[in-house]
């Protein structure tokens, strides 16, 4: 069978229907921008307020960490949009303990979980009758490499972003003969607010100079968000059509190096 490849530098997404939690800054702001410039209509989330939503993007506020919040986020995503056809799970937080696993208490644990696992779980569980119903449905958790290497301080952050994969490839498993595929992207080290402040926290309490974790990346810089919005971008364009079940690290090389 003849292969037809389009050479657009975009794909084409002119009518697609998404959702991206967590879309007021950092990387769930540049998926936001990416879907956009490819045509999809995007809803995006956020615990507060955005001031500078991009231009075309629809907003919701809600505390995916939640049961409530994801249920909310659920309906009014139903009710302006009439279905969806991708869904990006990105919210998610963190904080370091550079004293170890013995110094993260028992709400951290758990609150790791209820930000960063279950929203994708709950929020997925939701709209999976609305995705099934799509053609070519698409869903991307976004991870994180805390999982490829070894962080005591970051350690329930990890624990987390473990399950979220886990429960990823399962999914993709039980939804590849609905037409659903679901894929996770895997970043290293990128400057946002959240990173920066936990890179920060890790460079004081040990004493080495924050700049030495770029140095230490074989691409030689941090990642930035666009760089992570262009993997989702293209999992969820017919561009990866046979692509379900992956994890995509976008780090620039740090997962050689270690």
Known sequence: M????????????????????????????DV?????DAGASVLTTSRTPVDDLPDGAHYLRADVATAEGTE????????????LDILVNNAGAARAFPEGIGAIPDKDWQGALDSNYLPAVRLTSALLPSLIEAPDAAIVNISSGVTLGVSPPLAHYAAAKAALEAYSKAL?????????????????????PGADLIRQTMADAYGFPVETIAQSIPLGRNGVPSDIAEAVLFLVSPRASWITGSQLVVDGGQQIAT
């Open 2 to 29: 003849d292969c037809m490849v389009n050479n657009s530098s975009v794909p084409d997404l002119t009518g697609k229907r998404a959702l991206v939690t967590g879309g007021s800054r950092g990387i769930g702001a």
């Open 32 to 36: 936001v921008r990416r879907l956009l």
């Open 72 to 83: 909310q986020l659920a309906r009014e995503t139903l009710a302006h949009f009439g279905g």
């Open 172 to 192: 993709a498993a039980e939804l590849a003969p609905k037409d659903v595929r679901v894929n996770v992207v895997i970043p290293g080290n990128v400057t946002t």
